[in-house]
């Protein structure tokens, strides 16, 4: 330490002994030891070895901590800084045991070593990270730990703020030699500590296991005064659980009921409130008061102004207890206590038992609220059950004498009964609209002639005869013309029959006839021909002139050969090849049909196999923009790779998916196998603006579903609608009008273009333009086949072309294969072509490389001049 950093002593707090000088140093170790003894706290302690330092060292900011090594904490019992005391004291109150670790006397405490730190050291520190900064930094800083045992006990600090005050190496001896006889009373102080804080706990513990007692005896008590209390509540419920079935009446009930509240509690004066059905008047059926008279019913009042408790309890739906403050005076005498309890069914609030005392003595408390709220509720329930039996009783007694006057009328209505079943009989096996024997009839028929004993020699025939365009009719007329022309042509086909011939409506407008007794082939060969001349006539129906035709299926079977579902259903196959062949005619059933109906069931087969497995994949054709020369778009098409067959053509698989409604999931799967495309289409620059189309046939837009399913594959492939075209055909429009104009609706309000494809093979397809928001049109390409025939042809395309222009509807021209027959389109208002010519269909791998490479002028020196 510097020269002008020297105190004199304090001779005043120096050791005086009798005949004996000390030193500083001894004075300083004396006053140490004597302070441990003469001090209450460590805080105080501390304070009286500031006092002494000081006597031997500057020490103007002085430190004390204590450290716990186990828990690796330290706090400050004592700060003295010259500069902000207070300031420093409250900063390192609120610091944590991380922070307090990373103070410079935190740092001296896990180093355990003394520390004599310079100015530029403590910087260094701070820099370095090792230590945070805390106040003003010191130009001097001396940290010596208390070390007891090889055990950290704390350390003392002395720090000098002035740059002429230095501590040097007498000063750290001194410190260290102090700080050895501090260690040793903190070592004993916090000993001291240990055994107090023990004998603190000790006693502390033995008090509260006495206060614990005290309360196990006291709850004791009470239990076994509230299981006496539970046992009398135990035997009231029972009692009034009994009264359902021991008294007579209501009146007895409610009196019983007092009788054993009265066992529970005090109940000198209590009621019953019960509100009509209607819930309108409050009554009180039982009512017993030393100073009022029963009342007589009042309106229930339910408003804001109700000021009567009973009403209050009813529409709280909650129990009320009043003391004398709250509830005045009643009737003639001083109430002093009221206690109201709810009487409740499942949902509602029915009424109230309630129960007041005059006396002053006698004043009701929450748990006589709980055990009246317990009864309460047996009491509800034991009304409810009285009502119910004394309802049940009074019923049983209506019901006998309804029974009497009832026998008489069952025996009439018995047979008004039976002449319904037989009427119901005839109607489950009649068909409501014509009259004509049903499915259910011609199948028992038909069964009960196939399996009669006598069948030598004997033959049958069914005809499944179904009209053809029927539907055409039904949608354009609407249904109720529909049904008086298949009232009509019942009975044209009933004037045809021989007299024991048999004719069925299966529904719609199919019919079957049941021939018995065939004894040639030719019999049933008349039939169909006078069927088929009969049906040529015109029917008139509410003036309208109607002419159908039919195709028949001829089924003929020897008795007892096969099943009527066998039958049936060969008759069926034999009316759709009518059907296929041009239908207005009849077809035998015959090994061929057979080996067909055969053939399409295995296709079925093999066609749900095939949506099944995956079997089905698209091809991809590109339609050409005849202006800029380039592809626009592409034409998906579905095909079908069989495992064993290998490809099958479209033209043998779509009929049959159409005909069984396979083609909805087909459909549905092209629609997503399409977005996929769409989405890889993204990927690739060269893809990116290019459009597909798909096609959808009439069953899936009467099904109704596929819209949705086009919605969510937009959303699951994030593929921009107007990339996505739909084509339908002329066909649907025919079949369900509304239906079409419904799901080209929502496929506009997503943005989707609608294509009318096929379009002139129709008979009506100029007069859907107008009606619907096509965007474009597809010319069949059997126009383009014949383009080159005659200048008849050539004006029709041409026709067709300028018609789609003045409507502003695009045009496309299928089935290009010549150069010459795309040079005549061009030149006739279409701007867009598909076709051979082109290209075929090509794989989904093939496209990018056919679209990099497409040459509209390949192979030629130019197309068009």
Known sequence: MSKSSRQPPDKSVGPVSEGLALTPLESALFHITECSVKTSSMEEYASQLHLIIKQLMYAENFFVALYRQDQSSMSFIYIADEHNQEAIATTIKNLSEQELRRTITGYMLRTGKVQHLSGECIR???????????????????????????????????????????????????????????????????????????????EKRVDERTRDLHRMNAALATEVLERKKSQQIQSALFQITELVST????????????EIIGQVMYAKNEYIAILTEDRKYLEFPYFVDQFDKTPIRRLFNQGEYCKGVTEKVIISGRAHLSPREEEGIAGTGECYSWLGVPLKDKQHVFGVLAIQSYEPDQLYTHDDQNVLLTIGHQVATAILRKKDADSL????????????????????????????????????????????????????????????????????????????????????????????????????????????DLIARL??????????????????????????????????????????????????????????????????????????????????????????????????????DAVDNHQLYLVYQPLVNLDSRKIEGFEALVRWHHPVNGLVSPVEFIPVAEETGLIVEIGEAVVEMACQMLSRFKQAPLLADLYINVNVSSVQVLARTLDSVIRKNLQRYLVDPEKLNIEITESILIEDYKAALNFVRELKAMNIKVYLDDFGTGYSSLSYLHKFPFDAIKLDRSFIQVINDSRQNEAIVESIGLLASNLNIHIVAEGIETREQLIKVQHMHYHVAQGFYFAKPLAEHKVEVFVKSFDYDAGEDTILQ
């Open 124 to 202: 260094n520190l701070v820099a370095k990270n090792i230590v945070d900064s805390i106040g003003h930094l010191a130009y001097d800083w001396l940290g010596v730990p208390l070390v007891f045992d090889n055990q950290i006990l704390g350390g003392i600090v002395v720090q000098s703020y002035r740059p002429d005050i230095k501590y040097g190496e007498k000063e750290k001896g001194i410190l260290q030699f102090v700080a050895r006889q501090i260690a040793l009373v903190f070592k004993s102080r916090l000993s001291e500590k240990v055994l107090i804080d023990a004998n603190t706990a000790l």
């Open 247 to 258: 008294t007579e009446s209501l009146d007895d009930f409610y009196a019983h009921v007092h």
């Open 393 to 500: 009783r009074a019923a049983h007694e209506l019901l006998e004498k309804r029974v009497r006057e009832r026998t008489s009328e069952l025996e009439d209505t018995i047979e008004r009964r039976k002449v319904v079943e037989q009427k119901l009989a005839h109607e489950s096996l009649h068909d409501a609209l014509t009259g004509l024997p049903n499915r259910l009839n011609l199948i028992k028929n038909l069964n009960r002639m196939i399996n009669q004993p006598d069948k030598a020699d004997k033959k049958l025939a069914l005809l499944f005869l179904d009209l053809d365009r029927f539907k055409v009719i039904n949608d354009s007329l609407g249904h109720h013309i529909g049904d008086l022309f298949l009232i009509e042509v019942a009975k044209k086909l009933q004037t045809s029959l021989r007299a024991n």
């Open 507 to 608: 529904g719609g407008d199919e019919f079957c006839i049941l021939m018995y007794d065939i004894q040639r082939d030719s019999v049933a060969l008349n039939l169909c021909s006078r069927i088929l001349k009969e049906l040529k006539k015109p029917i008139v129906v509410a003036k309208h002139s109607l002419i159908s035709s039919a195709s028949i299926g001829v089924r003929l079977a020897s008795l007892g050969e096969n099943s009527a579902e066998t039958i049936m259903s060969d008759a069926d196959a034999a009316m759709y090849q009518a059907k296929n062949q041009g239908k207005n005619r009849y077809c035998f059933f015959d090994a061929t049909i057979k080996m067909l109906v055969t053939q399409r069931m295995k296709m079925e087969r093999d066609l749900r």
